[in-house]
């Protein structure tokens, strides 16, 4: 059983930065592709960032040059750094594996408002 669960997040201001934190527990292998997404409430979840077991990493047009990932095998937790925040950067974010687990997080949320 997969669990994860996320934290970080809060109000900011536009350019402000946040640093979220997702730990992970049971059958998560260090080879696991582990991702970002957010969703804002009548829209899809969107996958906005990736990290192989090796470090590499992806990110999608709206956040790169802004967001980073990272991760941490040995604690088992995945990072995203997020500078420059600007309001439509304002969703739920989760992070899980790519393709992802049946189960999700709680997500946190993000507000960027002024």
């Known amino acids: 059983q997969v669990q994860l669960v996320e934290s970080g997040g809060g109000l900011m201001q536009p350019g402000g930065s946040l640093r979220l934190s997702c730990a992970a527990s049971?059958?998560?292998?260090?080879?696991?592709?582990m991702g970002w997404y957010r969703q804002v409430p009548g829209k899809q979840r969107e996958l906005v960032a990736t990290?192989?077991?090796?470090?590499?990493?992806y990110y999608t047009g709206a956040v790169k040059g802004r967001f980073t990932i990272s991760r941490d095998n040995a604690k088992k937790t995945v990072y995203l750094q997020m500078n420059s925040l600007k309001p439509e950067d304002t969703a739920v974010y989760y992070c899980?594996?790519?393709?992802?687990?049946?189960?999700w997080g709680q997500g946190t949320e993000v507000t960027v408002s002024s």
């Open positions: 990290i192989t077991g090796g470090g590499s990493t």
């Open positions: 899980n594996a790519v393709p992802y687990f049946d189960r």
């Open positions: 049971g059958s998560i292998a260090r080879t696991n592709v």
